[in-house]
């Protein structure tokens, strides 16, 4: 324990969650430049479609996971109860949009 009463161990497990979270920004942004990058056969304007929801995902990912992160390190510093995590349905339900839309575009 600190000074200020924090664990330690529980401030950096939420600094690697929040990690986590960039990663899969990243990962998101790189999916949709690669996609920009590459001749797919697909329509001009669905491969622009789902490159732009992907970059709008990876984006709001990085600001979730910053959001998190901000919302624990209080919870921790004031010794009050986690918060309940919001995205936990958001980046899913995102991901899986994507998902429907590659499959359909590949099958089309």
Do not use: K
């Amino acid at each position: 324990m600190t000074d200020d009463g924090v664990d330690p161990r529980f401030s950096l497990a939420n600094e690697r969650t929040f990690l986590a979270w960039i990663r899969t920004a990243l990962g998101l942004l790189a999916a949709a430049a690669g996609l920009l990058a590459l001749h797919v056969p697909w329509p001009e304007r669905a491969v622009h479609a789902v490159a732009l929801l992907l970059t709008v995902v990876g984006g709001f990912s990085a600001v979730l996971g910053w959001d998190r992160w901000r919302r624990v390190q209080r919870a921790l510093e004031r010794g009050t109860e986690l918060p309940s995590p919001r995205a936990n349905v958001v980046l899913p339900a995102a991901v899986l949009v994507v998902a429907v839309t590659i499959a359909v575009l590949t099958v089309l």
